[in-house]
T-cell receptor, first 112, second 112 residues
Framework: KNQVEQSPQSLIILEGKNCTLQCNYTVSPFSNLRWYKQDTGRGPVSLTIMTFSENTKSNGRYTATLDADTKQSSLHITASQLSDSASYICVVSGGSQGNLIFGKGTKLSVKP | DGGITQSPKYLFRKEGQNVTLSCEQNLNHDAMYWYRQDPGQGLRLIYYSQIVNDFQKGDIAEGYSVSREKKESFPLTVTSAQKNPTAFYLC???????????FGPGTRLTVT
């Protein structure tokens, strides 16, 4: 079964600290993986998208990694800010029909 | 949120009433999608349309209906047959190529 699992479910960190969010998937065949940021009550906004051949991609303070062999991805946030408080959703495109499979998200709270 | 608009942002209805959620995009995208988001769950696909006058059921289409008469518009009707309609509804449209989806701001529907 095609699945995307994210951990932790929620995370609280202090402003200025770094954190890493995890995503494991069992989607096959794999097309690409993206990370979205979703503020409360808003639509998700794309942070990064990676294909099979890409190991790392950065977007400002956000750095995503992909290990296609172990089917794992991580999103590293550097020097967190209060505005980073949001849910971060890992989404894998693939499967027999190329649909998007969504993780349940990690809810990050950055405290002053 | 890009060039995708959803209206209204909040919608309240009585049980047994049909309600239509609006989704408009000015990105000239061919494909459009409707998702449902519930607390603690990943986004679930309701319906999608890859071209005008054509649409396909997603994973949870029961109790919903859509139309795609124009490229820019993909309204979703939540019918009285939907047993648990209270949720956050997200519309998205897709570019060609990397399958990047852009999400609207969402509509929160509450049925009492």
């Amino acid at each position: 079964k095609n699945q995307v699992e994210q951990s932790p479910q929620s995370l609280i960190i202090l402003e200025g600290k770094n954190c890493t969010l995890q995503c494991n998937y069992t989607v096959s065949p794999f097309s690409n993986l993206r990370w979205y940021k979703q503020d409360t009550g808003r639509g998700p906004v794309s942070l990064t998208i990676m294909t099979f051949s890409e190991n790392t991609k950065s977007n400002g303070r956000y750095t995503a990694t992909l290990d296609a062999d172990t089917k794992q991805s991580s999103l590293h946030i550097t020097a967190s800010q209060l505005s980073d408080s949001a849910s971060y959703i890992c989404v894998v495109s693939g499967g027999s029909q190329g649909n998007l499979i969504f993780g349940k998200g990690t809810k990050l709270s950055v405290k002053p | 949120d890009g060039g995708i608009t959803q209206s209204p942002k909040y919608l309240f209805r009585k049980e047994g009433q049909n309600v239509t959620l609006s989704c408009e995009q000015n990105l000239n995208h061919d494909a459009m999608y409707w998702y449902r988001q519930d607390p603690g769950q990943g986004l679930r696909l309701i319906y999608y349309s890859q071209i005008v006058n054509d649409f396909q059921k997603g994973d949870i289409a029961e109790g919903y209906s859509v139309s795609r008469e124009k490229k820019e518009s993909f309204p979703l009707t939540v019918t009285s047959a939907q047993k648990n309609p209270t949720a956050f509804y997200l519309c998205a449209s897709r570019t060609a190529g990397l399958n990047e989806q852009y999400f609207g701001p969402g509509t929160r529907l509450t049925v009492t």
